[in-house]
T-cell receptor, first 116, second 110 residues
Framework: GAVVSQHPSRVICKSGTSVKIECRSL??????MFWYRQFPKQSLMLMAT?????????EQGVEKDKFLINHASLTLSTLTVTSAHPEDSSFYIC????????????FGPGTRLTVL | AQSVTQPDIHITVSEGASLELRCNYS??????LFWYVQSPGQGLQLLLKYFSGDTLVQGIKGFEAEFKRSQSSFNLRKPSVHWSDAAEYFCAVGANDMRFGAGTRLTVKP
């Protein structure tokens, strides 16, 4: 149980284009989903927290207009990197937490974004 | 504010040897503590967690961790390391606002 998937696992795009990353909870309803960014050989940095049906809460320093987060259902959250630039290249990881187990986050496998 | 420190960036142990990865935390209340493992290019897998109760927590893959409030520590241990344990290990604190340590990379020598 508690499986979280991400799609795509890898994406390469040109500078200036937008990329959408999906995060799905496969066997539970995720009332809260989190998006993290991880630079090579570094730790995870929380970007934003999203609750189903409401606007995401962004961490300080994260541009909400650049990293659009939508959590329209209890099993799906999307992160759209708008007008991507090479500095947005990173490993993006989502996690999900159910309404019943509010203490543990289950992580997806991550999405490697490369912006050329 | 809550924070986590993993003092060891990289640890190398021989296969079959014991392992201890250190984690120190700063948290205002009773902490929610986690250990995750990440293989290269992969997401994070939960090894174990502590919220309350018995301070020695058993996890998956033969790992355990001990919560010591007096030392603000939550060190991860394994009595006998396997080559497949080579990975990056992250300690984390918090639930709503999870903060991760910098990670410890474990290398296992044959």
């Amino acid at each position: 149980g508690a499986v979280v998937s991400q799609h795509p696992s890898r994406v390469i795009c040109k500078s200036g284009t937008s990329v959408k990353i999906e995060c799905r909870s496969l066997d539970f309803q995720a009332t809260t989903m989190f998006w993290y960014r991880q630079f090579p050989k570094q730790s995870l940095m929380l970007m934003a927290t999203s609750n189903e049906g409401s606007k995401a809460t962004y961490e300080q320093g994260v541009e909400k207009d650049k990293f659009l987060i939508n959590h329209a259902s209890l099993t799906l959250s999307t992160l759209t990197v708008t007008s991507a630039h090479p500095e947005d290249s990173s490993f993006y990881i989502c996690s999900a937490r159910s309404g019943y187990s509010t203490d543990t986050q289950y992580f997806g496998p991550g999405t490697r974004l490369t912006v050329l | 504010a809550q924070s986590v420190t993993q003092p060891d960036i990289h640890i190398t142990v021989s296969e079959g040897a014991s392992l201890e990865l250190r984690c120190n935390y700063s948290y205002g209340a009773t902490p929610y503590l986690f250990w995750y493992v990440q293989s290269p290019g992969q997401g994070l897998q939960l090894l174990l967690k502590y919220f309350s109760g018995d301070t020695l927590v058993q996890g998956i893959k033969g790992f355990e961790a001990e919560f010591k409030r007096s030392q603000s520590s939550f060190n991860l241990r394994k009595p006998s390391v396997h080559w497949s344990d080579a990975a990056e290990y992250f300690c984390a604190v918090g639930a709503n606002d999870m903060r991760f340590g910098a990670g410890t990379r474990l290398t296992v020598k044959p």
